[in-house]
């Protein structure tokens, strides 16, 4: 199957089968993922380099344990903007995305808003976080802080 064939064409059941195992281990030898989907392992290859060659696939990536670095604290952050203008927003999500303690960033509908996943070593470390970037942002009018209990389920518990 070639390139263009999977662009115009949507994903049938035999590539979410795989998509399936390779979103739980991506690291799942392509043998073992052919007997599961009931296809060569040849052509199990041969899918998963067009659907990377098409961007179905955008990244194999190593999710690293969030003890690595000591303990953490993982909040999510609701903020709302001023107003939707691109003028305010571009800026804003630069921002975000450059700001090392924001794990996930997301822009969502409903009052200009954004909800951030953040990663901080303790709450002193939050405040100078939280006035840096919404307190002290004109860009900003408000922000709500969700502490998380626990994880239930996250990027690095399948």
């Known amino acids: 199957m070639s390139e263009t064939n999977y662009r115009t064409n949507p994903l049938d059941r035999f590539d ?5 195992i390779l979103r739980r281990d ?5 043998r ?3 007997e599961r989907v009931n296809l060569s392992p040849a052509a199990v290859q041969r899918r998963i380099a067009a659907m ?4 179905t696939i955008i990244a194999n990536v190593a ?3 969030p003890t690595l670095e000591g303990p953490r604290i993982a909040i999510v952050v609701e903020v709302h903007l001023v107003n939707d203008r691109s003028e305010l927003v571009e800026p804003i999500k630069a921002l975000f995305r450059q700001t090392v ?3 996930q960033c997301y822009y969502v509908t409903g009052n200009g808003g954004f909800v951030l996943i953040v990663s901080v070593p303790d ?3 939050y405040e100078v976080l939280a006035r840096s970037l919404f307190a002290d942002n004109d860009a900003v009018s408000t922000y709500r802080t969700l502490v998380v209990l626990d994880a239930v389920k996250a990027p690095a518990a399948p």
């Not at 979410?16 to 399936?20: C, F, N, P, Q, S």
């Open 101 to 103: 303690e924001v794990q």
């Open 63 to 65: 999710i690293v344990s």
């Open 52 to 55: 990377e060659a098409n961007g």
């Open 16 to 20: 979410r089968a795989i998509l399936d």
């Open 32 to 34: 073992t993922i052919a």
């Open 123 to 125: 709450m002193a470390s």
């Open 26 to 30: 991506n690291r799942t030898p392509q």
